[in-house]
């Protein structure tokens, strides 16, 4: 792509001017607007940039050692992991049920460890954000309407204000397809630059009610074999994003000869463009039979699975 070449060299020759010799710190999320920033960057002034994993245990199956291995074998960019599972659990488990509170905590403390360890780093003059266009209208508008926030947002943001560095983000101007053609423009591997996108606050936010390791646990192995069946109809490109809600709602069932009484698991999926709107995917019904039977069977703590037709408006993609 000619014109993502340009855009390439273009924002290297922006990030050196901006930078010059200071010393960069990026947020990686384990998604693929972050680990896009950080290998252009990484392009631009290589070693003056240092990246921060901040994994919050809400992760999906496999995720954070995928992430870690990528840029710290693949491409050698310097990466610090931080492990902050039990810290965000513990402090999560206070929170209780509602999803502002969970979105809010889980800002706050992305930021006292992302903090801690930029000082341990000895600081840095910048701040790195993957930060997108739509990023930037939807926290100030929504579908064209009045200033309101539907939803704390939580990427690898809400830093600015707190540490006193100025902000590089290479991407601001760019749609989500875009970034993927950037991706893969900086040789990033498909399987990663095709991934769906997945929100910072991870799945914490797709586990309605209190949020418990247990939970979490079982909303990992059901949302994996939900999109292993994805992979397997060959769905996964044509959806813009897929993924399993575990519901804090018990039902009854029978399993043999067993009364069960376990959790309902949603399954969502939807096409959109740019997240902003959105439309639930019709899944023929042998594909949702076949994936409710594999999860119901595979999964303990699951004994319902249930289907949601939701647009957005008036839905929105993620369930909090
Ligand atoms: P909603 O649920 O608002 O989501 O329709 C639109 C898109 O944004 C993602 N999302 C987030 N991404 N931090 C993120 O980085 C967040 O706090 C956040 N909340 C939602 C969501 O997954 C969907 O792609």
Not at 155 to 181: C, H, I, Q, S
Not at 255 to 279: F, I, K, N, P
Request: glycine letters at 10%.
């Amino acid at each position: 792509d000619w014109s993502m070449a340009a855009y390439r060299a273009e924002t290297i020759a922006k990030i050196k001017a901006q930078v010059g010799k200071g010393r960069v710190i990026c947020g990686l999320s384990g998604g693929v607007d972050s680990a896009v920033a950080a290998v252009l960057i990484h392009e631009a002034i290589g070693d003056q940039l240092t990246c921060v994993f901040v994994d919050h245990g809400l992760m999906r199956m496999n995720e954070a050692e995928e992430v870690v291995r990528l840029f710290r074998d693949s491409y050698n960019i310097p990466l610090v992991h931080v492990e902050a599972e039990a810290l965000f659990l513990s402090e999560l488990a206070k929170c209780g049920a509602d999803p502002e509170a969970k979105r809010k905590t889980i800002g706050r403390l992305f930021i006292e460890v992302f903090d801690a360890e930029a000082k341990k780093l000895g600081g840095a003059d910048f701040l790195a954000q993957g930060t997108l266009y739509p990023d930037v209208i939807e926290s100030v508008s929504f579908s064209g309407g009045p200033s309101v926030t539907i939803k704390s947002h939580h990427n690898v943001g809400g830093l600015p204000e707190r540490m006193k560095m100025k902000l590089v983000e290479p991407l601001r101007e760019l749609f989500k397809d875009e970034v993927r053609v950037l991706g893969r423009e900086l040789g990033l591997p498909e399987a990663f630059v095709g991934r769906h996108p997945f929100p910072g606050p991870g799945l914490a936010i797709r586990c309605p009610g209190e949020i418990t390791r247990e939970k979490l646990d079982i909303l990992r192995k059901a949302d994996a074999i939900y999109l292993d069946e994805i992979r397997k109809a060959g769905l996964y490109d044509v959806i813009w994003q897929a993924f399993a809600v575990l519901l804090p709602v018990r039902t009854v069932g029978v399993m043999g000869d067993y009364r069960t009484y376990d959790h309902v698991l949603a399954l969502r999926a939807v096409t959109s463009v740019d997240g902003m709107t959105a439309d639930f995917y019709p899944y023929d019904m042998a594909f949702l039979g076949r994936t409710a039977t594999r999860i119901i069977n595979e999964v303990k703590g699951i004994n319902r699975v249930v289907y949601d037709v939701t647009s957005k408006p008036p839905g929105t993609i993620e369930w909090e």
